[in-house]
């Protein structure tokens, strides 16, 4: 599972794990320096107390060799020894500091922030990057210190930064890098179908994985029914969804505070995402819902498949 701020959250997983799964490997969004520390909210979301996943890699914006050593002085006490190093975050106030995607154009500095898998050989590294921050063969421009560096995988979301989130995915040059790159290469970028993962693995039979963003939350048991190698029926997508969406609501109904503005706010980011095919004035009637009793009626009418 990708990781998307605001989104794929402690609970999020846990509950998407709970009721859909067929998913590997849960990356968290990224953890960054603030001020003087890890923001709290962030640690939260990493401790694993909070956690019930099979497996959880968090992931660290760092732009330099010693803020990834402060972040993981922070973490790796947690008694995680699997961690994440993002160099594809996009947004322009990131990049710009050369961090995220903007350190891609900067192959020393990549090479710096890489210094830390030899500091600390008990801890398995894996890389997420695009394909550049402007032009799609910097990444090929960083090959040679990824290569040297050990790294468990390296997850290439197949667009550039420029790009943030639109226009086409760029196979061909992700294909130029991962015939460059020695660590087993996982592809990243508008997944939508179970059909779409079995063609990638055809596509590309030495890839080391798939990640899954967007098309996941689009479809969330695309996953489990890739790995069962068949379709659930609607009545049990329709099911798990509720069981779902269920989980999500009361955990934050009881632990958000700000009342129902927060819970709706809340609950309306994942409605960016979810079933976007499912009936569109119902999805309207989720996004306008001022009150709890409004969404949790267009909600139900949603995930009955009632209009
Ligand atoms: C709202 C949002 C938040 C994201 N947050 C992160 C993040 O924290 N770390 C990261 O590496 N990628 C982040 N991404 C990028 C996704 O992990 C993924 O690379 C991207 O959405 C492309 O994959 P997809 O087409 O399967 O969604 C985010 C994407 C979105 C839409």
Redesign the pocket.
């Known amino acids: 599972m990708?990781?998307?701020?605001?989104?794929t959250e402690a609970p999020f997983r846990n509950f998407f794990d709970r009721y859909f799964g067929g998913v590997e490997t849960y990356y968290t969004?990224?953890v960054r320096w603030e001020h003087d520390g890890i923001r709290r909210k962030d640690l939260r979301d990493v401790s694993p107390e909070n956690n019930h996943v099979p497996m959880l890699v968090p992931?660290i914006l760092a732009g330099s060799l010693n803020e990834a050593e402060q972040l993981l002085a922070q973490i790796l006490p947690l008694g995680y020894r699997r961690i994440d190093l993002?160099m594809?975050?996009a947004f322009p106030a990131v990049a710009k500091k050369a961090k995220g995607c903007g350190i891609l154009p900067f192959p020393e500095k990549v090479g710096d922030v890489l210094r830390v898998v030899e500091r600390h050989p008990d801890v398995s590294f894996s890389v997420?990057m695009r394909l550049g921050y402007e032009e799609p063969d910097e990444c090929l421009a960083v090959l040679p210190v990824l290569n040297v560096a050990n790294l468990a995988c390296v997850t290439v979301?197949a667009r550039t930064g420029r790009q943030q989130?639109k226009g086409e995915c760029d196979r061909e040059s992700f294909r130029r890098f991962a015939e460059g790159c020695v660590h087993p290469v996982v592809y990243?970028?508008?997944?939508a179908t179970r059909e779409d993962c079995e063609r990638l693995a055809e596509w590309m039979p030495g890839l080391g994985g798939v990640m899954?963003?967007?098309?996941l939350l689009a479809s969330p048991w695309m996953a489990a029914e890739y790995r069962a190698g068949k379709a659930w029926g609607e009545a049990e997508r329709q099911a798990r969804m509720r069981l779902f969406h269920a989980g999500l609501f009361d955990h934050y109904a009881q632990t958000l505070e700000g009342g129902e503005k927060q819970l709706l706010m809340k609950m309306k980011t994942f409605w960016e995402y979810l079933l976007p095919d499912a009936d569109r004035k119902l999805h309207k009637k989720i996004h306008k819902a001022q009150k709890t009793a409004d969404y949790t009626e267009a909600v139900f009418h949603l995930l009955s498949g009632e209009k």
């Not at 990708?2 to 989104?7: K, S």
């Not at 990243?188 to 997944?191: C, L, M, R």
């Not at 899954?212 to 098309?215: E, F, M, P």
Request: proline share 9%; with cysteine; hydrophobic share 25%.
């Open positions: 990708a990781p998307m701020q605001g989104i969004p990224f992931q993002n594809g975050c997420k979301h989130y990243n970028g508008d997944v899954l963003g967007r098309g």
